[in-house]
């Protein structure tokens, strides 16, 4: 029983976490797009292209960043919880 509901919550943090990283890439096209593609057409400028790798570079080092602090932030309230008991 205990195996399943491990195997369970396994599941449901990797569908979270695979929401979550589709979230994040939906945002960061449409952000970076509407911020960079000022006159759509049917190629980007070399200027579009360098600003959509710079604030896709720019989204990402933030998601890596929080991820990170959130990561250490669960590992220590963990380690807390588990010093208590």
Do not use: G, H, W
Request: glycine content about 0%; overall charge positive; some cysteine.
């Amino acid at each position: 029983m205990e195996a399943r509901k491990e195997a369970f919550k396994q599941s449901l943090r990797s569908e979270l976490a695979l929401a979550n990283a589709q979230q994040l890439i939906n945002t960061t096209n449409e952000k970076c797009y509407t911020k960079c593609v000022t006159k759509p057409s049917s190629s980007l400028s070399s200027t579009e292209e360098t600003c959509l790798a710079r604030c896709l570079d720019r989204y990402m080092e933030a998601f890596n960043i929080v991820s990170r602090t959130y990561t250490a932030r669960l590992v220590k309230e963990r380690n807390d919880n588990l010093n208590a008991s």
